[in-house]
Protein backbone atom coordinates (compact mmCIF):
# COMPACT_ATOMS: atom_id res chain seq x y z
CA UNK A 1 0.00 0.00 0.00
CA UNK A 2 1.65 3.52 -0.94
CA UNK A 3 0.57 6.99 0.56
CA UNK A 4 -0.59 8.43 3.31
CA UNK A 5 -2.02 6.43 6.61
CA UNK A 6 -5.62 6.72 6.85
CA UNK A 7 -6.07 9.80 9.98
CA UNK A 8 -7.18 7.45 12.07
CA UNK A 9 -4.04 5.35 11.99
CA UNK A 10 -1.44 8.30 12.15
CA UNK A 11 0.89 8.58 15.06
CA UNK A 12 1.04 12.05 14.27
CA UNK A 13 -0.66 13.19 17.46
CA UNK A 14 1.68 10.63 19.77
CA UNK A 15 4.74 11.56 18.10
CA UNK A 16 3.83 15.44 18.45
CA UNK A 17 2.94 14.75 22.28
CA UNK A 18 5.95 12.97 22.43
CA UNK A 19 8.06 15.53 21.28
CA UNK A 20 6.75 18.31 23.41
CA UNK A 21 7.64 16.48 26.78
CA UNK A 22 10.99 15.74 25.05
CA UNK A 23 11.25 19.33 24.32
CA UNK A 24 9.88 19.96 28.16
CA UNK A 25 12.74 17.84 29.64
CA UNK A 26 15.71 19.52 30.78
CA UNK A 27 18.63 19.27 28.31
CA UNK A 28 20.75 16.67 30.48
CA UNK A 29 17.99 14.86 30.93
CA UNK A 30 16.97 14.57 27.59
CA UNK A 31 18.01 11.80 25.35
CA UNK A 32 19.04 12.14 21.94
CA UNK A 33 16.53 12.36 18.90
CA UNK A 34 17.32 9.27 17.34
CA UNK A 35 16.87 7.94 21.11
CA UNK A 36 13.34 8.42 21.32
CA UNK A 37 13.19 7.68 17.24
CA UNK A 38 14.38 4.20 18.59
CA UNK A 39 11.62 4.24 21.39
CA UNK A 40 8.69 5.24 19.51
CA UNK A 41 9.83 3.11 16.89
CA UNK A 42 10.21 5.35 13.79
CA UNK A 43 12.73 7.08 12.21
CA UNK A 44 14.79 10.15 13.50
CA UNK A 45 14.15 11.86 9.96
CA UNK A 46 10.02 11.30 10.56
CA UNK A 47 10.57 13.10 14.18
CA UNK A 48 12.93 15.80 13.10
CA UNK A 49 9.90 16.36 10.75
CA UNK A 50 7.34 16.80 13.12
CA UNK A 51 9.72 18.72 15.34
CA UNK A 52 10.15 21.72 12.58
CA UNK A 53 6.54 22.11 12.91
CA UNK A 54 5.81 21.74 16.37
CA UNK A 55 5.07 25.17 17.30
CA UNK A 56 2.71 25.92 14.31
CA UNK A 57 0.83 22.32 15.72
CA UNK A 58 0.81 23.72 19.02
CA UNK A 59 -0.42 27.44 18.70
CA UNK A 60 -3.37 25.67 16.09
CA UNK A 61 -4.44 23.06 18.47
CA UNK A 62 -4.47 25.40 21.27
CA UNK A 63 -6.60 28.11 18.92
CA UNK A 64 -9.04 25.42 18.40
CA UNK A 65 -9.30 24.66 21.98
CA UNK A 66 -10.05 28.21 22.46
CA UNK A 67 -12.27 28.85 19.58
CA UNK A 68 -14.17 25.54 20.91
CA UNK A 69 -14.58 27.26 24.30
CA UNK A 70 -16.07 30.67 22.66
CA UNK A 71 -18.46 28.61 20.17
CA UNK A 72 -19.63 27.01 23.76
CA UNK A 73 -19.82 30.41 25.60
CA UNK A 74 -21.16 32.11 21.85
CA UNK A 75 -18.34 34.70 22.51
CA UNK A 76 -16.80 36.55 20.12
CA UNK A 77 -13.08 36.34 19.57
CA UNK A 78 -10.35 38.95 18.20
CA UNK A 79 -7.05 39.07 16.74
CA UNK A 80 -6.09 40.42 20.26
CA UNK A 81 -7.83 37.64 22.28
CA UNK A 82 -6.15 35.33 20.33
CA UNK A 83 -2.81 37.14 20.83
CA UNK A 84 -3.15 37.36 24.90
CA UNK A 85 -4.37 33.52 25.25
CA UNK A 86 -1.68 31.72 23.12
CA UNK A 87 0.47 34.79 25.08
CA UNK A 88 -0.79 33.10 28.64
CA UNK A 89 -0.44 29.37 27.72
CA UNK A 90 3.38 29.80 27.03
CA UNK A 91 3.67 31.40 30.07
CA UNK A 92 2.34 28.50 31.87
CA UNK A 93 4.41 26.63 29.94
CA UNK A 94 6.84 28.15 30.81
CA UNK A 95 6.75 28.21 34.34
CA UNK A 96 5.71 24.53 34.29
CA UNK A 97 9.28 24.13 32.88
CA UNK A 98 11.44 25.63 35.22
CA UNK A 99 8.96 24.17 37.56
CA UNK A 100 10.35 20.43 35.58
CA UNK A 101 14.15 21.70 35.77
CA UNK A 102 14.25 22.63 39.28
CA UNK A 103 12.53 19.44 40.19
CA UNK A 104 14.96 17.61 38.42
CA UNK A 105 17.25 19.04 40.09
CA UNK A 106 16.64 18.92 43.26
CA UNK A 107 15.90 14.92 42.60
CA UNK A 108 19.37 14.32 41.28
CA UNK A 109 20.67 16.39 44.49
CA UNK A 110 18.80 14.67 46.78
CA UNK A 111 19.36 11.27 44.91
CA UNK A 112 19.99 9.36 48.18
CA UNK A 113 17.23 10.65 50.24
CA UNK A 114 14.85 9.54 47.58
CA UNK A 115 15.89 6.40 47.64
CA UNK A 116 15.40 5.85 51.39
CA UNK A 117 12.08 6.72 50.98
CA UNK A 118 11.74 4.48 48.47
CA UNK A 119 12.34 2.05 50.25
CA UNK A 120 11.08 2.87 53.74
CA UNK A 121 7.57 3.27 51.63
CA UNK A 122 7.96 -0.68 49.99
CA UNK A 123 8.61 -1.81 53.55
CA UNK A 124 5.22 0.03 54.64
CA UNK A 125 3.22 -1.24 52.26
CA UNK A 126 4.29 -5.11 52.75
Excluded: C
Aim: proline share 3%.
Amino acid sequence: MRGRKPKQESRAAEFRQRLVEWKETPAAFQPSLRALARELATSHQLLAHFLSGLEEWRRERDLERLHTQAKKKNVTLTPADERRYLAWVRKIERRQAIDAIREAQWASEHAVLLDRIKQASASFLK
